[in-house]
């Protein structure tokens, strides 16, 4: 073996040592974004499959709230509309969704 030349690595290259902070962080999200997708989308569309779409239910406030969280939804605003939604706005619509329909709700709308 050469002077430049080792024979065993002890420690593992810096990269793979520690990873990427916001990796885990981008990962979490979108796991929880396309969870809340299918739970209050998912749940709305079958509120409005079992009381119908008139009058307005919160059905229809849970069915938005899932739309506005949906990473698909975002991705697709992207390539045809041209229109990035970051996804801190993605998750503020969708609150903003989910809180008023249990306002609708606990109102009676």
């Known amino acids: 073996m050469g002077p430049t030349q080792t024979r065993c690595r002890t420690n593992p290259p810096r990269e793979r040592r520690h990873p990427h902070p916001g990796r885990l962080g981008r990962t979490l999200a979108l796991v929880g974004a396309w969870a809340w997708t299918a739970v209050a989308g998912g749940g709305g569309f079958l509120l409005l499959l079992e009381k119908g779409p ?11 709230s899932g739309l506005a969280a949906c990473p698909l ?17 993605r998750f503020f619509t969708a609150v903003f969704f989910f ?11």
Request: net charge positive; glycine share 16%.
């Open 54 to 64: 008139l009058p307005l239910t919160n059905g229809w406030f849970a069915l938005f």
């Open 73 to 89: 939804t975002a991705g697709l605003l992207q390539r045809f509309a041209g229109v990035a939604v970051p996804g801190w706005a």
């Open 99 to 109: 809180v008023a329909g249990l306002v609708a709700l606990l109102l009676g709308i």
